[in-house]
């Protein structure tokens, strides 16, 4: 089965999350897309969010370790890896994308009011009652992370 590389990013702002309707899966997604050539994850990930919303974002970074010296750089970890199977559609067959997941909040928030029609900040309460309209996935990520204290302890890490 044929594998893609993409990055997805769930950016928060006052405990909520920055979603939209995707068009091809009619599901509520945040950002994200397939990497470029040459490009890392992170930076698939920040031109995405920027072609997509408008929005600079910052990491919410969990790294150990950080690396720079001349033959080698540490790159923003994802927060977590997924990878997802891809039904079958009219234009491409099944296949799989390994998704670099970040978490991300909002860089300058005077550019909140770009941000496209289409997107919405919601709250845990408003995303749990979209349960039927997010993938599985989506949903299970969003639940774990935007209970109480667990994004203020992510926004630390900053």
């Not at 920040?46 to 919303?53: D, L, S, W």
């Not at 009219?90 to 909040?105: F, P, V, W």
Request: charged letters at 25%.
């Amino acid at each position: 089965m044929q594998r893609q590389f993409t990055s997805t990013v769930y950016i928060f702002h006052n405990d909520r999350v920055l979603l939209h309707r995707h068009p091809k899966h009619n599901k509520w997604l945040p950002p994200g897309g397939h990497l470029e050539l040459n490009e890392t994850p992170p930076e698939a990930a920040r031109r995405e969010v920027k072609e997509e919303t408008g929005l600079d974002i910052h990491f919410i970074e969990q790294e150990n370790l950080k690396i720079e010296a001349y033959n080698g750089f540490s790159i923003e970890r994802p927060f977590f890896c997924l990878v997802e199977h891809i039904p079958e559609s009219k234009k491409e067959a099944a296949h799989q994308h390994i998704d670099s997941i970040y978490l991300a909040t909002v860089a300058d928030v005077e550019q909140l009011g770009q941000i496209p029609s289409e997107f919405q900040w919601l709250t845990l309460t408003e995303v749990i009652k979209l349960e039927e309209e997010l993938f599985p996935d989506c949903m299970k990520l969003l639940t774990m992370v935007m209970e109480e204290g667990y994004l203020e302890n992510l926004y630390q890490r900053r």
